[in-house]
């Protein structure tokens, strides 16, 4: 009961809190501001938007065909069909518990692929691994490219002492939970490192497995449509077609870290966009417009190949078992 009511309540909070965001900004606007954002609405190139939306699916495209190789190299080859469809139910169940897609793949591998979950799990967080330096790198390359105006951002919400005791006290909790993960010998913690030691093999598969570079290659592909894919939204808007490229990519850095860590950005994404793109002179109904776009195009995609592949799975794989 009581972790059930902990699942409810990890999707009622983030939502709740996406909507106080949502209502708490948009009552800061004038009249004229709302009307003139609805305006942009109504004007914007939509073919750019459309274009959007099938980067993104060429992205679940190479995620998909990605996959096969971790899985492959573990002795539990996937066909593409299957693979597309886990990864498109997982994209769609990150809209409720942020990451719980990853463990969604699992569990559909253990389902239809009697694939041990410990195995197919680490897969996944493979890949994630993967992802994330591909993620830092974003990050450091923006910072390099805009250090003086994301430094400037972030004074504006947090004063410098604040932001260097949140530093430091994150790297001593970072050092310490490191240390009971290695030595400790409490009951949980134990339980948690052979779980660890359990997911070894499948987040190995990426560094010793034959097709590691093309693996690579594909990892590259995903993220160079992630970033075409919300750059090529600023054309949809004349306001926002000025921006260069370096203040896009600080934006979809924003954008990414935003998803990654709620309910799909809901609520939190099209403010902070808005947020972001003031710095470099757009104007805050601009801003607040193009990230609605982004986030209701990318919502759009997610929830119809989330929704078909709800559809389309039991039936191909009942083919496959019979």
Known sequence: MKKKLNNILSIILPLLLGV???????????????????????????????????????????RAYRWKYTLEYIGYPSDFKFNLAAVSIGYFLNLTIPRSGEISRAALLTKYKNVPFDKGFGTIISERIVDFIILLLFIFS?????????????????????LVFILVLGILMGIIGLYLLIYSKIKIIVK?????????EGILSVFK?????????????????????????????????????????????IGSLTIAFTNGGFGFFPVLIAEILVLYQIPIEAGNAFGWIVWTSQLVVTIV????????????????IN
């Open 142 to 162: 923006a910072i390099l490219l805009e250090f003086a105006t994301l430094k400037n951002f972030l004074l504006k919400y947090i004063p410098l002492n604040k």
């Open 20 to 62: 106080f965001l949502i209502i708490y900004t948009y009552n800061s606007f004038t009249e004229e501001q709302i009307q003139k954002m609805k305006s942009y609405f109504v004007n914007a190139n939509y073919y750019f938007v459309f274009f959007s939306g099938v980067l993104a699916f060429i992205g679940y495209v190479l």
């Open 305 to 320: 190949f989330g929704g078909l592949a709800f559809l389309i799975l039991p039936t191909f794989t009942k083919k496959e």
């Open 192 to 200: 948690i490192r052979e779980k660890i030691s359990g997911l070894t």
């Open 209 to 253: 497995m034959p097709n590691k570079w093309i693996f690579l290659g594909y990892t590259l592909l995903i993220w160079f449509t992630y970033v075409l894919m919300f750059y090529s939204v600023i054309f949809a808007l004349e306001e926002t077609r000025i921006i260069t490229f370096s203040a896009v990519l600080v934006a979809f850095v």
